[in-house]
């Protein structure tokens, strides 16, 4: 009887002090659910946390998260896990009350934003974060706490990106090939192009496309003001990244909204594997909203 050959697949996390777990994989590949529960169980973290963190493939600029169906090479580079949770609510009452070492990968995931500049502590903020950052308890909740309160702690952040396509809206003119910066936060898309700082509520966003190479998506974004639609091209080597975000933060919104959900005449497939090129926003509305309002008074707001 041969024996399965079993190898061993580096899995990165954002822990300074052990910045690899290896998973042992039977074979050539396996698929990303298993390899995930696998890193998980290595860090000691709780099957029930597993919703929310994902196997990523890319570290700091991840550039997709993979499905649990996603088969996984055992010679990819750059496999990592890290936190998948955009609710700071969530992330208190069902991580941090309950599973120590998911509650320890939060915290390496917030010491990484502040080093990689995600998220932006004021000079005190900094002071107080280090005064809590003490080597005596493995897990400080009071850096975590405080940085959840800092902007961006719940947004994913795109730096590489250019607008694919020439791109107009309101007094905005912005060419093909315009470098951008895209936060995709809960509330919607800010956009940081050419000195100027553009928004778009989720609810304004009619429609998202994903191109067949997975290079770019496109946006398409309602003004109520001019009760027309404009197209928004985003390229980037993240875009699958961006898709995985979008559709998480349209999920929340269901949830927080009591939103419908989504139908299949509100996906558009193709190829023989059926693959989902296209989704109309379940959550798209017309009418203007509060949060569209106040978003207007500090950016550029598109959906105004």
């Given at each position: ?34 390899l ?28 997709r ?30 991580i941090m ?10 915290f ?12 932006k ?87 998202w ?63 023989e ?26 950016y550029?707001?598109?959906?105004a």
């Amino acid at each position: 009887m041969e024996t399965e050959m079993h190898t061993k697949l580096s899995v990165a996390t954002l822990d300074e002090q052990s910045p690899h777990v290896k998973v042992s994989v039977p074979g050539e590949s396996a698929s990303a659910e298993v390899l995930l529960k696998k890193a998980a169980a290595q860090l000691g973290i709780k099957s029930r946390s597993l919703k929310y963190i994902g196997l990523f493939d890319g570290v700091e600029n991840p550039t997709r998260k993979y499905k649990d169906v996603d088969i996984v090479d055992i010679n990819a580079k750059d496999v990592s896990i890290q936190k998948w949770c955009f609710d700071v609510q969530v992330e208190k009452r069902e991580i941090m009350k309950h599973d120590e070492a998911a509650m320890k990968l939060v915290f390496q995931q917030a010491k990484a934003d502040i080093k990689n500049g995600k998220l932006k502590p004021t000079e005190e903020q900094k002071s107080k974060l280090e005064e809590n950052c003490d080597p005596e308890f493995s897990v400080p909740m009071q850096y975590i706490y405080l940085c959840q309160t800092l902007e961006d702690y719940t947004s994913a952040i795109i730096k590489n990106c250019t607008i694919h396509k020439d791109f107009r809206a309101k007094a905005i003119a912005v060419p093909s090939g315009t470098p951008a910066v895209v936060a995709a936060t809960r509330q919607g898309l800010r956009v940081h192009v050419a000195n100027t700082t553009c928004f778009v509520s989720w609810r304004k966003v009619k429609s998202w496309t994903r191109a067949v190479d997975d290079l770019y998506i496109m946006y398409e974004i309602y003004s109520v003001s001019n009760n027309n639609f404009t197209q928004l091209h985003i390229k980037s080597k993240q875009a699958p990244y961006l898709l995985a975000v979008t559709l998480e933060m349209i999920r929340i919104l269901q949830e927080e909204l009591d939103g419908p959900p989504f139908q299949t005449s509100d996906v558009q497939m193709e190829g023989e594997a059926n693959v989902i090129v296209a989704w109309n926003n379940v959550m798209f509305t017309t009418k203007p909203t509060a949060l569209e309002g106040q978003i207007a008074e500090r950016y550029t707001d598109l959906s105004a």
